[in-house]
């Protein structure tokens, strides 16, 4: 019986993952998963960071820069992945990505202005000029994701 159990249990859990909602990147180069893999290692990256500013969690000055210099080097990596022809499900880019292309390289250049600016003062080790940093950087995702990124 366990045997049989097991087996029905295997079958339920393959037929769960193979009804995903969302559609598959069916694009031979999969621009959408990198981009999505990079914008992901740039939330964890930042998360850590976040709840350091706001005293959830205790200050490391060499933890933290390591995070700020890896936040910097993300941040110029997913727009290679925003090609012409990558704008298709599973995006949630909205067309503005492709339409405005001047307005989403300013986001994209104000993101990687503000990771250089975290980066700065995570060297200095100065908490008062952390905290802003962090805070435009976040700013900067904020303002791109209205603007540009769509609802799930």
Avoid at 68 to 80: R, T
Avoid at 107 to 113: D, H
Avoid at 125 to 145: D, F, Q, T, W, Y
Wanted: hydrophobic share 35%; net charge positive.
């Amino acid at each position: 019986m366990s045997r049989f159990l097991l087996l029905t249990l295997i079958a339920a859990s393959l037929t769960l993952t193979a009804c995903s909602s969302e559609p598959q990147d069916t694009h031979p180069d999969q621009p959408v998963t990198k981009r999505k893999a990079v914008f992901k290692q740039m939330l964890r990256t930042l998360e850590p960071m976040g709840m350091v500013v706001r005293e959830r969690e205790d200050y490391n000055s060499q933890a933290f820069l390591a995070d700020a210099k890896k936040l910097k080097q993300l941040a110029s990596e997913p727009w290679v992945h925003f090609t012409p022809d990558s704008n298709y499900p599973p995006t949630r880019a909205k067309p503005e990505v492709w339409q405005k292309p001047a307005d989403f390289s300013h986001a994209r250049q104000k993101l990687e202005e503000s990771t250089e600016k975290l980066l700065k003062a995570a060297e200095s080790g100065n908490m008062a000029l952390i905290r802003p940093a962090l805070n435009g950087v976040e700013e900067s995702c904020k303002s791109c994701h209205q603007q540009f990124r769509g609802k799930i």
